[in-house]
Each structure stands twice: as C-alpha cells, then as structure tokens.
T-cell receptor
Framework: KQEVTQIPAALSVPEGENLVLNCSFT??????LQWFRQDPGKGLTSLLL?????REQTSGRLNASLDKSSGRSTLYIAASQPGDSATYLC????????????FGTGTSLTVIP | DTEVTQTPKHLVMGMTNKKSLKCEQH?????MYWYKQKAKKPPELMFV???????INESVPSRFSPECPNSSLLNLHLHALQPEDSALYLC?????????????FGSGTRLTVV
C-alpha cells in the first residue's frame, strides 16, 4: 500500500524566507501528485498538480518538483508571507490501487511577521 | 463555476437524529468523493461515485449512507451516529475517476455529534 510522508511535520520561519516542504512516497507507480493548502477547520485548496511525466510546476511564488523514480516531491515557497501560514498536504494518485488518492501527513507552516 | 459547494458548513446532531450533508458541483465532473478528516490528521476516503454509481466504499459503517441523485449532486445521509464520528467531512470531485486530473475539494462540513 502506498505510504506518503511529509517532513517536517511543523515549520516556523520569519517572514521573507524561502522554504522547502518535502513529500515522499513509497511506490513510484503514480498518475500524478497534488499539493494542497488547508487553513484550520477549512477545506483543501489545490495549489499545484504535477503529472507523472512532468518534473515541475510553478504558480506565482510556488514551485513544485517531482522525482518519481526516487519517490519524492518538494514544494518551494519563495519570499514567505504570514498569509502562507497553513497546513500543506501532498497527495499521490496511485495507479496500482484503482487510482486511489493517498494523502501525506501534512506540514504545519507558521510564517512569523 | 470552478467550485465544490458543501452545505451546511456546521452541523450539531444528537445520536438519534437523522441528517444529511450535501455537495454540489457544476464543473461537469463525473467522479465525486466523500472524505472524513479528524483533527490534525490527513483526510480519509469514505466513498467514491463514478458516473453516479458507487465505485468504492472503504468499509464505512452503515450509519453513513451516500447517495448520488445526479451528476452534480452528492449527499451523505447520517443516522444514529456516535460521538467519535465528529469530524470535518469533505467532498471532492474530479473529471473522471481514472483520469490524470486532480481533485477539487469543497470547504467541508464540520459535524459534531452530541
């Protein structure tokens, strides 16, 4: 069964810093990987979707990379802002188990003004 | 319209009550999903509907009963719930169940069982 892990579990940085969130998965047989943001008690907002054939995707200050063979993805956030404070979840769409979506454990980010 | 809309946003119900959660999307997505999320945990899949048919039931207790009346609407009927069922219930949709497309999530229903 696919296992998705995110490191670190929590991260606190001063405003303006660049930061990297990590996501690793155990089985490289995936269709895609999606990064989400979740504010406390709220739903998930999609940030970036990377197909298995792609190496990276960019949206504004966010850049996500995918190394499928090594089972890793990173989410790079440039010039962090207090409004970036949230929990970030990665999820992989597994092609072995009926296209099920497996979520990582999440990274709780706090950007200090 | 690029949203998944969930109602109500908050629900408090007694263990003998019957209530329903509603999820709606008008993006033409043919796969819809129910997830349950406990505090500080990732979402857990409950049900998958593909073309209005139940595709996956992740061994969810029968006190949760999903329904997909049409391609835009997904309901979750609740009956005789337990306090441990209190959680955030998230609905999501994607173009197809077996596609390369990502998921769009709703903002969730915060359910409290008393």
């Amino acid at each position: 069964k696919q296992e998705v892990t995110q490191i670190p579990a929590a991260l606190s940085v001063p405003e303006g810093e660049n930061l990297v969130l990590n996501c690793s998965f155990t089985d490289s047989a995936i269709y895609n990987l999606q990064w989400f943001r979740q504010d406390p008690g709220k739903g998930l907002t999609s940030l970036l979707l990377i197909q298995s054939s792609q190496r990276e995707q960019t949206s504004g200050r966010l850049n996500a990379s995918l190394d499928k063979s090594s089972g890793r993805s990173t989410l790079y956030i440039a010039a962090s802002q207090p409004g970036d404070s949230a929990t970030y979840l990665c999820a992989v769409r597994d092609s072995n188990t009926g296209n099920q979506f497996y979520f990582g454990t999440g990274t709780s980010l706090t950007v200090i003004p | 319209d690029t949203e998944v809309t969930q109602t109500p946003k908050h629900l408090v119900m007694g263990m003998t009550n019957k209530k329903s959660l509603k999820c709606e999307q008008h993006m033409g997505h043919r796969a819809m999903y129910w997830y349950k999320q406990k505090a500080k945990k990732p979402p857990e899949l409950m049900f998958v509907y593909s073309y209005e048919k139940l595709s996956i039931n992740e061994s969810v207790p029968s006190r949760f009963s999903p329904e997909c009346p049409n391609s835009s609407l997904l309901n979750l009927h609740l009956h005789a719930l337990q306090p441990e069922d209190s959680a955030l219930y998230l609905c999501a949709s994607s173009l197809h169940e077996d596609s390369d497309y990502g998921y769009t999530f709703g903002s969730g229903t915060r359910l409290t069982v008393v």
